[in-house]
């Protein structure tokens, strides 16, 4: 949130002419009410960095409003590509499925399989970010697909890409998952991956960057999976 004052002052004392983009979050919104959101939505952050994350939103169109700053936020949904860090659930599914297909890895420990979230391309949402520099004037965009998957339906898509479909058994943390062709246990609930204030579903509206953006999502759900689950098996192979 500091970083975003600091660089927003300085912008305003020496290139008050430079346009300033706002990477935002839907971590703003928290626990809403599970409808789509847009950018007319309350925000209930559930994490220090969703609540630094406000605070930099808010900042940039205080700059905005207060000195006529080009300065933009855009509120993107989460967005995925193999440069995501192996740290994100997301990456950190690709590269166990990966793993375990070539025979390197016998199992991945997750936590919360039913958390939902609005997973999109992350190059297409690099386009959206243009997209606002390029406007007359600044304005504040959620960028999204609209629809939202659990953590459950990424692990099960994620292993159909290298031909595993699992059987899911058990409930809460006691749920697992076997290999249906070998009876392997392939996945693990960790209780230790649950978060105190854990985000229960997240879905956005990309309605308004639809209309005046000309922007939408263009890859599914599946796509976005497989690409990932591809650019590790790659790695994995070129290691080899």
Known sequence: GLGVLRLLEAVQRSSPATRFYQASTSEIFGNNSGQPLN?????????????????????????????GMFACNGILFNHESPRRGENFVTRKITRAVARISRGAEEQVRLGNLDARRDWGY?????????????????????????????VREFVSCAFETVGINLNWQGTGTEEFALRADTGQPVVVVDPDYYRPLDLKSLVGDPSKAEEKLGWKADSSFEQLVEIMVRADLDRIDRDV
């Open 122 to 150: 992350a190059p297409e949402y690099v386009r959206g970010m243009w997209l606002m520099l390029q406007q007359d004037a600044a304005e504040d965009f959620v960028l999204a697909t609209g629809e939202t998957h659990s």
């Open 39 to 67: 950018e007319q939505s309350g925000f209930t952050p559930c994490s220090p960095y969703g609540c630094a994350k406000l605070y930099a939103y808010w900042i940039t169109r205080n700059y905005r409003e207060a000195s």
